[in-house]
């Protein structure tokens, strides 16, 4: 008896190949723009999570102040720049001279106030208020990502205690 099938060729066809290369364009096609997407929404949510250790770490060194004997309490000053931006000459400047050599950056474990996704530093302000009926003292701080190119900018957060 003759073998009556034929032995295909091993390999793909001309049409195959245009169909699966037509297929997997379509796949990048969603693929990329949401991968891009991603990684970009990622940075924002890190420039947010930076800003929250930011203020942990100034409340930490307020509730410090506060429980030591013959200290006011208060936050770190805000930068005397012209932008009120954390930059590293601030960062590195002590927060009450006449107390202790302590700056910024010491509140911080890596030594470094944490800046945004694209290594800039974020704008910080500080101030207090009186409420006049009862005359108690609320005291603020707010912090705000300037950077144009930033997936954050224009977020801030002010924060009182």
Known sequence: MKNIIKKRNAGFTMMELVVTIALMGILMSFAVPAYNGVGERMQGERNIANMHTIREQFFHYFYEMHQQRGRVAH???????????????????????????????????????????????????????????????????????????????????????
């Open 75 to 161: 936050f770190p000053p805000a930068p005397t720049n012209e932008n009120s931006i954390m930059d590293d000459e601030w960062a590195s400047t002590p927060m009450d001279s006449t107390l202790s050599p302590r700056a910024p950056k010491h509140l911080f474990s890596t030594f470094k106030v944490p800046k945004n996704s694209n290594n800039n530093p974020f704008k910080y302000e500080t101030w207090r208020d009186t409420i006049q009926v009862t005359g108690e003292v609320v005291r603020y701080i707010r912090l705000e990502d300037i950077d144009e190119s930033s997936p954050s900018h224009g977020k801030s957060f002010t924060y009182s205690i």
